[in-house]
């Protein structure tokens, strides 16, 4: 597993923008991914899963109904739809994986991430 994530940027409050994660590997489709994201100055912190087979996701609570995360097995990607971006969205986003089976939200379950992309949104 290898994990290349991008997208980032700078953009204005309520602006979108959308991540996308590449595994390089072949195991992609048995994979639960995530994306986890860390401000300056805090703990990084979980900010939406989804399962191997895109059945299940879950979200953090002040992301749900703003960002959606997606799948394409085909294509090795994992993304991150991000829409109506508030200034407390800036941080680095990064991409996780593992084969957990499950949605997990703890980002010590997860084995596999992407080096980081930087999300800034201007006020």
């Known amino acids: 597993v290898q994990l290349q994530a991008s997208g980032g940027g700078l953009v204005q409050a309520g602006d979108s923008l959308k991540l996308s994660c590449v595994d390089s590997?072949?195991?992609?489709?048995?994979?639960?991914m995530a994306w986890f994201r860390q401000a300056p100055g805090k703990e990084r912190e979980f900010v939406a899963g989804?399962?191997?087979?895109?059945?299940?996701?879950q979200y953090e609570n002040d992301v749900r109904g703003r960002f959606a995360i997606s799948r394409d097995n085909g294509q090795n990607t994992v993304y991150l739809q991000m829409n109506s971006l508030r200034p407390e969205d800036t941080a680095v986003y990064y991409c996780a994986a593992d084969l957990l089976g499950a949605l997990i939200d703890r980002e010590d379950k997860f084995r596999y991430w992407g080096q980081g992309t930087q999300v800034t949104v201007s006020s």
């Open positions: 989804i399962s191997y087979h895109a059945g299940m996701t």
């Open positions: 590997g072949d195991s992609f489709s048995s994979l639960t």
